[in-house]
T-cell receptor, first 118, second 117 residues
Framework: AQKVTQAQTEISVVEKEDVTLDCVYETRDTTYYLFWYKQPPSGELVFLIRRNSFDEQNEISGRYSWNFQKSTSSFNFTITASQVVDSAVYFCALSEKDYGGSQGNLIFGKGTKLSVKP | NAGVTQTPKFQVLKTGQSMTLQCAQDMNHEYMSWYRQDPGMGLRLIHYSVGAGITDQGEVPNGYNVSRSTTEDFPLRLLSAAPSQTSVYFC????????????????FGSGTQLSVL
């Protein structure tokens, strides 16, 4: 069965600390996509990244970086030098063809609430 | 550049009432879907559509109906609201729900907060 686990329910850090949000997924499909979304206090969902199952290269975008390891079925997200504006709920999600026959359908983790204190 | 528009933003219903949550996109996207977000549960898929005239159930479809008569619109109907349907509802769309997603992503609306008393 498809599943996304974000074991960290809440994380609190002080500004400028680095923080890693964990994401572990389960799938039997060989072709799948992994996503991270940010939900700030305003409530909208902000797309951060999408990776496919064939590309295990790590990615860096400014202070954000993602580590994808198929061997451990993990897709972890690190924020370097965190800022107060990073405070949000972060969701990891999985998309695979077998879930309802559409790769547009996402399976979300329960989210990790990150609080960055000044 | 409207993207995905959801209306209303807030709604309070009494148990047993019916209502329709509206979702419209102006990007000519084939794929549209509805999710609900409950505290501590993440987002769960209710219904989705891969094109006009085609709909299917997601993970939590009970109590909800959808139809897709046009490419632009994908309304979600609550036939007889229950307190368990108190949630935040998100509509999403993408160019296509089929084939590789290398060149597309899912666009979300801003959400509808629904309370059923």
């Amino acid at each position: 069965a498809q599943k996304v686990t974000q074991a960290q329910t809440e994380i609190s850090v002080v500004e400028k600390e680095d923080v890693t949000l964990d994401c572990v997924y389960e799938t039997r499909d060989t072709t799948y996509y992994l996503f991270w979304y940010k939900q700030p206090p305003s409530g909208e969902l902000v797309f951060l990244i999408r990776r496919n199952s064939f590309d295990e290269q790590n990615e860096i975008s400014g202070r954000y970086s993602w580590n994808f390891q198929k061997s451990t079925s993990s897709f972890n997200f690190t924020i370097t030098a965190s800022q107060v504006v990073d405070s949000a709920v972060y969701f990891c999600a999985l998309s695979e063809k077998d879930y309802g026959g559409s790769q547009g359908n996402l399976i979300f983790g329960k989210g990790t609430k990150l609080s960055v204190k000044p | 550049n409207a993207g995905v528009t959801q209306t209303p933003k807030f709604q309070v219903l009494k148990t047993g009432q019916s209502m329709t949550l509206q979702c419209a996109q102006d990007m000519n996207h084939e794929y549209m879907s509805w999710y609900r977000q409950d505290p501590g549960m993440g987002l769960r898929l209710i219904h989705y559509s891969v094109g006009a005239g085609i709909t299917d159930q997601g993970e939590v479809p009970n109590g909800y109906n959808v139809s897709r008569s046009t490419t632009e619109d994908f309304p979600l109907r609550l036939l007889s609201a229950a307190p368990s349907q108190t949630s935040v509802y998100f509509c999403a769309s993408s160019y296509s729900g089929r084939g590789p997603l290398e060149w597309e992503k899912l666009f979300f609306g801003s959400g509808t907060q629904l309370s059923v008393l």
